[in-house]
């Protein structure tokens, strides 16, 4: 990762480096095949791995803006000295390895870092091999930290230095942390609506950063697949197409303890009056809460229509009505309080549970996730000042005057 210089920059994009090392990951898994895989913190910054087995090494460097690489920058001779111990073990020019630097600085002209770039620029006249420039380099250092990796280079025989070094590619001007985002939607996003790219991206890096995380602290132990952020990207920009919405708060709870008991809103209150067990109230509330927040988001990413809201509630009041009329068409004013109690468990119990079978009470055709339906009833039993719908045939008679409204 990026190394702590002594200079005013050094402690910021040391702190951008660990952060640009998950987001670089992501656009590198992008730009790959779908068959390679990733472990992140392994071997070295990032590990790929290609289809035929070939391991790719890869060190990032988030270096401050104007900084360079020269032939004793400590930040590839630090990669040099992973290599190497890697290179070793694998048994050295038997090693299916190969070794990237990914810099956000520019190699010198001068550097014989040149020679390493992804596309170098042949100096003619140039006899000396690679080996002889890393080696006239090193001769120069004065760090104790570049001597001891000297050494250690100097351990491989000739054939073995140029075989290490020629497996060495440099990609340098490479892009800053706050330019990753803008990459993906533009590069890999273009089957998604412009508008909505940015939502999709937020969605993407936060179930990448989900599983990077589990990949850290060893929860999973499998590599990333280039394929899983292939699909994973499929599945929300699906969620954006005109008869889909996403779905963003499934297995969400409200910041508060839910308090089933005494909450005083008027959808619980309904609840309460036809004798519903505390923990389907617990899951009302639930219910509730992520419609509501559901819709708000919804709101703020502009993904509803103007006036589709207002007609999909029109939709549950009408289809609410209907039922409600063939549950209490039996009830007079002589009904007894149990058979009124059993009538209104039977209109929410349609509600809850048998309401998200039909297909027209859905608010696009692809949104079948049911907290949206059944929050929505709750939302309409919530309303001021008088509920929209309700559960027990006598509720505004009976406690109208106790919420302050008017049957």
Known sequence: MTDTNNNQ??????GLGYIYQPRFALLRLLQLPESTSILIEKDDDLDFVDKGGVKTLASLKHKAIGDRLTDLSIDFWKSVRIWLARYSRDGRSEASLRFFLFTTGAVSKTSFLRYFLDDPHSDEGETATLSQLAADALTKTESKIISAIANEFHKLN????????????????????????????DQHMRSVRREFREAVFERLEGWWDD??????????????????????????????????????????????????ENDARLFVVQLREIGIASNRIRNAILDYYRAFEQRSAWARENLLVSGELEEYEDRLVDEWSRYRDVIFEDLDEESADTVLLEAGKALYKWADLESGNISALRIRERVTEPYVLRGGFHILANARPLPRVYWHPRFLSRIGGLLG???
């Open 405 to 407: 409204v008017t049957a």
């Open 9 to 14: 920059y050094s402690a910021g994009e040391q």
């Open 211 to 260: 599983i990077v995380v589990r990949l850290l602290t060893g929860e999973r132990t499998e590599p990333i697949y280039g394929y899983e952020v292939s699909d994973k990207l499929s599945a929300f920009a699906e969620e954006y197409k005109s008869d889909n919405l996403p779905i963003t708060f499934r297995g969400k709870a409200p910041p508060n303890e839910i308090d089933a």
């Open 158 to 185: 000739e054939n073995e230095k140029q075989d290490f070094l020629g497996r060495i590619t440099i990609f340098d001007g490479g892009p800053r942390i706050s330019d990753v985002p803008s990459i993906i939607k």
